[in-house]
């Protein structure tokens, strides 16, 4: 067993540097990301014009983050199961499949929860 000489703190630091590099890898390489980002600044402008609430802010705010954190889940299993399996597996595909359902639940989440923010207003 090795010894790890860092100290927590560094060990930390080195933690919040490795999921950084690995959002901006993702924010960089994955188109759906890309989307999702175009997605996040519409409705974050809506939220300007539309003067939306704090509570409502805090709402859209978390489901941005629910949607956008799925989907990196989803990319990360997909690059996984590619690396564990590279050909066409029945199974794989299905867990895959599975992966990208999270994404399109909280993505239908993120869409009733952005029509009764926004509906009210716009009627």
């Not at 759906?32 to 539309?50: D, E, M, P, Y």
């Not at 690059?79 to 359902?101: E, N, T, W």
Request: proline residues 2%.
């Amino acid at each position: 067993m090795t010894e790890n000489k860092d100290s927590f703190l560094i060990n930390r630091l080195k933690s919040i540097r490795y999921a950084f590099n690995g959002a901006v890898y993702l924010f960089k390489t994955e188109a759906s990301i890309k989307i999702q980002l175009g997605i996040v600044v519409l409705v974050t402008i809506a939220g300007f014009c539309f003067d939306i609430s704090r509570t409502e802010w805090l709402f859209q705010i978390a489901m941005i983050g629910l949607v956008i954190s799925i989907e990196s889940i989803n990319t990360a299993i997909e690059y996984l199961a590619d690396f564990v399996h590279p050909d066409h597996h029945a199974s794989i595909g299905r867990i895959k499949d599975i992966a990208a359902g999270a994404v399109f639940i909280a993505s239908i989440s993120a869409v009733i929860v952005a029509f009764i923010i926004y509906l009210p207003k716009i009627f």
